[in-house]
């Protein structure tokens, strides 16, 4: 499913919900419904404030990127290569070269389930 197409449906679902005549919790239990009840009450939220724009997937912008077998062997052999890279250099590069934004405690965690945690560079 297509961000807009998700958005789509959110919307939909909304304004069946708030056409309905039914409370929120009975319009909830007698009807299926593709999101909680306490995700209408965040998405509502968010349209007040943000609008449309809100409701957009923003996973794909770092939140929730999942390390793939080729993201962990750059990982790797970056920091192979490099033990004293930053975390933050080390998203830089990924992003450069794999088009793929991954968080900074993402990245320390990865680093320290393999050992290669950044080594501090000699003086």
């Keep these: 499913m297509s961000d807009e197409e998700r958005i789509d449906e959110i919307l939909n679902a909304i304004q069946k919900i708030k056409d309905s005549e039914l409370p929120i919790i009975a319009y909830f239990e007698q009807n299926s419904v593709p999101f909680s009840r306490v995700q209408y009450y965040r998405y509502c939220k968010i349209l007040q404030k943000s609008g449309e ?18 993201i962990k062997d750059f990982i790797v052999s970056t920091v192979k290569e490099d033990r004293s890279i930053s975390s933050s250099q080390l ?18 965690a990865f680093r320290a389930s393999v050992s290669l945690t950044r080594l501090s560079t000699p003086k």
């Design 53 to 70: 724009d809100g409701l957009h997937d923003k996973r794909k912008d770092g939140n929730y990127t999942k390390l793939t077998e080729k």
């Design 91 to 108: 998203q830089d590069k990924i992003l450069k070269q794999l088009d793929v934004k991954i968080s900074e405690s993402s990245l320390n």
